[in-house]
T-cell receptor, first 112, second 115 residues
Framework: GNSVTQMEGPVTLSEEAFLTINCTYT??????LFWYVQYPGEGLQLLLK?????DKGSNKGFEATYRKETTSFHLEKGSVQVSDSAVYFC???????????FGGGTRLMVKP | DTEVTQTPKHLVMGMTNKKSLKCEQH?????MYWYKQKAKKPPELMFV???????INESVPSRFSPECPNSSLLNLHLHALQPEDSALYLC??????????????FGSGTQLSVL
């Protein structure tokens, strides 16, 4: 079956630090990969996605590259802000079912 | 309008009560979802509706009863819940199948407490 593994948090960084949140996956076929973000008290929002190998998704300074050879989709940002504090979920979908498979989530805390 | 609206935002109910959660979207999306999210956990899929028909039920107990009255509305009827059902209930929608790489739009959720 499909599964997503991401690094456990919390990740605590100072403002303007470099961010990496690791995500690896197991899936049959050719999944689409996503990063969703959940701010406190809110639902999830799509941050970025990639639908095929070597695609790079990017949004709001965040990037992630679909690496089929390492089955990874690591999230990076060059300079985090306090407003980036949230929980980040890596997820995949495949045509094996009409659903997303989520990783466990990583809480990011950015301090001024 | 790119929002999914959920009401109420908070709900406290006793184990003998009957209540309903409501979800609405006006984006013309044909797939709608209910997820349950416990604190510090990822969302867990409960139900999927496609073209107003229930297409996936993830072995959810019968005390949760979904309903899709029309293409814009999704309800979740609650009856005889247990304290362990306390969670954030999220509604989502997508234009097409989530399995085809479609983006899901999530509502802000209903925070449910069962006493």
């Amino acid at each position: 079956g499909n599964s997503v593994t991401q690094m456990e948090g919390p990740v605590t960084l100072s403002e303007e630090a470099f961010l990496t949140i690791n995500c690896t996956y197991t899936a049959t076929g050719y999944p689409s990969l996503f990063w969703y973000v959940q701010y406190p008290g809110e639902g999830l929002q799509l941050l970025l996605k990639a639908t095929k190998a070597d695609d790079k998704g990017s949004n709001k300074g965040f990037e992630a590259t679909y690496r089929k050879e390492t089955t990874s989709f690591h999230l990076e940002k060059g300079s985090v802000q306090v407003s980036d504090s949230a929980v980040y979920f890596c997820a995949l979908s495949s045509n094996a079912g009409n659903m997303l498979t989520f990783g466990g989530g990583t809480r990011l805390m950015v301090k001024p | 309008d790119t929002e999914v609206t959920q009401t109420p935002k908070h709900l406290v109910m006793g184990m003998t009560n009957k209540k309903s959660l409501k979800c609405e979207q006006h984006m013309g999306h044909r797939a709608m979802y209910w997820y349950k999210q416990k604190a510090k956990k990822p969302p867990e899929l409960m139900f999927v509706y496609s073209y107003e028909k229930l297409s996936i039920n993830e072995s959810v107990p019968s005390r949760f009863s979904p309903e899709c009255p029309n293409s814009s509305l999704l309800n979740l009827h609650l009856h005889a819940l247990q304290p362990e059902d306390s969670a954030l209930y999220l509604c989502a929608s997508s234009q097409g199948w989530a399995g085809s790489g479609e983006k899901l739009f999530f509502g802000s959720g209903t925070q449910l407490s069962v006493l």
